[in-house]
């Protein structure tokens, strides 16, 4: 026993002096960065020979290690509440023991009558012995706390699935916008390359013959000026090109040495459709469907449980305990026992603390809930901008065809110039910097379509795969990627879910029907691209703005849409906003216009001053509401 100790002692000091850990090391820093670099590319699949959208969505989808940290995140909030879940449960604890003693557990007795030893000094317990039992604990208490705790847990783990899909959601989008920037890239860096080395030719021999004095100085200057700027240009071009490729390939974790071709007949497959959405659907469909929004509201589940648990804590404490006793002590008569008991306590400060605990606990819920709907004023801000921005990117669509085409047109003859010896070099190259710029602006106007079509979806909160989607199988995954491409492309949007129908609540009886979208005119058809979508208003054919005398009969211009179906929906969703409609009747018109086909006309009567200011309130909801004069009086 006497050498014990200090063996006891040296162990302990020595333990404590290995507490403190030691810094890792530059080589150890270095192995882990190499053994992180295989790591990051050890499961990745070669590229195919010319890579798709729906492959590269897919590829993000399973590769990207923003979505594989988003499904880590669920298995974990998953396995917190299968622990949490045990927390309700009796604890059971199993103990033994021996002890020793170097002399006898002896005592003596004395009378409280007398104050004299009334035996002699006797022990009843072994110098060595050993001990055991297995002992049952309940608090009803803890238990309950526990519950509350385990369903937060769970909500938690709702809002790792609610945030899985925000990540989805965000890098779907970011993967579509830059595949087009990438598609973009591939077609115009081969194009550019010869023009800048051409460019940067010409420069160094102008300054030649600018050290030569071959050129007046001023003129040479001049012209190195103006080609400077081009060269400039073109290197700002290219830069801004290449960078769209490393781009795609950060998205889905490819090695930066991949050899990164796009499907050059993407865009060609088939026409994209651009839907005339019904905007109060589309609200509707955001605050149900909004990653953001789903989960502030399980967050307020969360919340919630805190009132439950601090009105649980007011209750007194009771515990149910059992257990069953063994001891090898010789003098016990009874070796083996059981024990059972309760015991009930109460904290008596919960008088005064409890409901204070209940007032905080109910605020937090009540900061949640206002949150949630702070948040759901951005979204509603978000799906609006997100619609207009569509609009704008046809219409800025449009416009960058038409330069496109007259650049092109241009480019021709200043190609036939130049093998006639008609033009210089630097002029040469400046028209293709200005064709070029002009083709890159068309193509940067198709990918922003692309790109607003995928901003309104992450807007709504459509999903383009489900959050719990098996992303092992790269194949099967491509599969769906491509089926909902197409979806989306189709304007087609998830119905609604059923709500309990009430007497008299269109609203909800409408809400329970799916969304059938409207599509207008859409056409991508490269190298000459057309793109007009539902509310962006074609030319009037038929009817010519004049000015408007007083008093005058008119005509209000609603929208321009694709069908009967649409103008009638159309029709309703403007009465909703502007009671001024409920009192008139709508009229509808056919027009067809060469190259765009069959468009409605929606239109109302009135009196110019009345229509004016119907149009200003309808601005938000209808841009393309337009007052025009009648001059027959004879209707619509």
Partial sequence: MKRLLPLLLATTALAACSVRPDPITPTEHLQRARDDFKALYADFV?????????????????????????????????????????????????????????????????????????????????????TGDLTFTWNLLDAGVSYFQARQQGYRAFIAIERRRKVINNIVKETRATYWKAMTAQRLLPQIEPVLADAEKVLENSRQANRDSLQPPLQALEFQQNMLQVVGQLRRIRTELMSAKAQLSALINAPPTANLKLAQDTQAEKPVQVAGFDIPKLEELGLALRPELREEAYQERVDRQNVYKEMIKMMPGVSMLGSINYDSNRYYFNNIWSELGVRASYNLVNLYQGPKAIDAAQAGVDVSRVRRLALSVAVLTQINLAYQQLLRSGEMLETATAIDDVNRKISQVVQGAASADAQSESDRIRRFLSATAAELEKDRAFSEVHASLGNLYAAIGVDLVPPTVDTDDLSSLTGKVKTAISEWEAGRLPPLPELPAEEGDKDKAAAAKPIEPVTAAVVTEPPKVEVVAAAVEPPAPVVQEQPTPPQANAIALLATVGSQEAATREWQRLVHFSPDLRD???????????????????????????????????KPKAPSCRVLYNPTGKGA
Avoid at 79 to 91: G, V
Avoid at 590 to 615: F, P
């Fill in 46 to 130: 070669a590229l195919p020979a010319t890579l798709t959208l729906e492959e590269a969505i897919a590829r993000a989808l399973k590769y990207n290690y923003d979505t594989q940290l988003a499904k880590t995140e669920i298995t974990l909030q998953d396995k917190q509440f299968d622990l949490a879940y045990t927390q309700i449960l009796p604890k059971l604890a199993a103990d033994a023991g021996y002890d020793w003693r170097n002399n006898d557990a002896a005592s003596t007795s004395v009378s409280e009558l007398t104050k004299q030893q009334s035996l002699e000094s006797s022990y009843s317990t072994q110098r060595e012995h050993e």
């Fill in 584 to 618: 008139r009747q709508p009229s509808y018109r056919t027009v067809v216009v060469a190259g765009r086909g069959e468009t409605i006309s929606l239109r109302v009567e009135g009196e110019a001053g009345d229509l004016r200011r119907m149009c200003d309130e309808l």
